[in-house]
């Protein structure tokens, strides 16, 4: 990221507020076991549905569970699981998709009718019948949603790839006899990346939803882990008699989601090169 970039990001206050609320995200996500001030699945039925105090500071839910401690350890769980899936569709669509890009003919008709296959059903609904069939659970969680998800991005990247590969300097590359697999690394995808991780940057936001309402939904992270949308799912029974319990954790995803599409955008507007020759005039 050269340094017009980080003047831009800079300059949006908006940005760089989003950055410090995620960064007090990773921290508390890093350090939960020790910022906890308890055990978030101990079990104290004799404190159940306390209010906010000295001793549990944002109350307890109907098992007499500590809220802030059990949020603090769902911003460890719900962040890194949205990390963990985006990492491995990024991995798997650049892999996929250059390879069906670059190589074209039999390959990229293959990828492109398997994509359309895929693509005909929502990414959610696809996750929900995977998760029908796996079974809830972390592991099918994480596999549900990469496989659900990774063929827009792959189909985005490959269409990325068929434009940079007709670019001067990828057919100079060719007519000096380097090989393909060269090509790839060191031209391809450096030119590649950045658009990729802005768009995962944006979608990370809509990652975190989706876990969420997987969890709400008792398809996804199953008690007693604490999970923001397995805490809205345990709490939605008392909502008229004690709403603070799902306040909690939808404000959690809603600011983390609203921090992401912030960020996303910047860095989205920051690349963009139309955007920085509207500047220059």
């Known amino acids: 990221?050269?340094?017009?970039?980080?003047?831009?990001?800079?300059?949006n206050k908006l940005t760089l507020l989003s950055c410090m609320m995620l960064a007090v995200m990773l921290v508390l996500a890093v350090f939960a076991p020790w910022l906890t001030p308890h055990d978030p699945n101990y079990i104290a039925l004799e404190h159940k549905l306390?209010?906010?105090?000295?001793?549990?500071?944002?109350?307890?839910?109907?098992?007499?569970r500590d809220i802030l401690s059990r949020l603090i350890y769902g911003t460890k769980i719900s962040l890194g699981i949205a990390f963990i899936v985006m990492v491995l569709i990024i991995f798997v669509s650049v892999v996929v998709g250059t390879i069906s890009g670059y190589s074209g003919g039999i390959i990229d008709?293959?990828?492109?009718?398997?994509?359309d296959l895929l693509m005909a059903f929502p990414s959610l609904i696809l996750s929900l019948a995977m998760l029908g069939i796996l079974g809830p659970g972390l592991a099918n969680v994480v596999f549900a949603m990469v496989m659900s998800y990774w063929v827009w991005y792959a189909r985005?990247?490959?269409?990325?790839?068929?434009?940079?590969?007709q670019k001067n300097?990828?057919?100079?590359?060719?007519i000096a006899g380097t090989p393909s697999y060269k090509i790839i690394l060191m031209h391809i995808v450096p030119n590649i990346l950045p658009p990729t991780l802005v768009l995962a940057t944006l979608n990370?936001?809509?990652?975190?939803?989706?876990?969420?309402?997987?969890?709400?939904?008792?398809?996804?992270?199953?008690?007693?882990m604490p999970e923001w949308g397995a805490m809205l799912t345990d709490s939605k029974q008392f909502l008229?008699?004690?709403?603070m319990l799902m306040l909690y954790p939808g404000v959690c995803i809603l600011l983390v989601v609203m921090a992401f599409n912030f960020i996303g955008d910047a860095l989205r507007d920051a690349f963009d090169p139309r955007q920085e020759?509207?500047?220059?005039k």
């Open 1 to 11: 990221m050269n340094s017009a970039v980080w003047k831009k990001l800079i300059r």
């Open 50 to 64: 306390e209010g906010p105090s000295s001793t549990f500071w944002l109350g307890t839910d109907h098992l007499g």
């Open 109 to 115: 008709r293959v990828f492109m009718r398997f994509c």
């Open 156 to 165: 985005w990247i490959r269409g990325m790839v068929i434009t940079a590969k």
């Open 169 to 174: 300097f990828i057919l100079a590359a060719k």
């Open 204 to 224: 990370l936001g809509s990652m975190i939803l989706s876990i969420s309402g997987l969890s709400f939904l008792g398809l996804g992270i199953q008690p007693p």
């Open 240 to 243: 008229k008699s004690n709403p």
């Open 277 to 280: 020759r509207m500047e220059v």
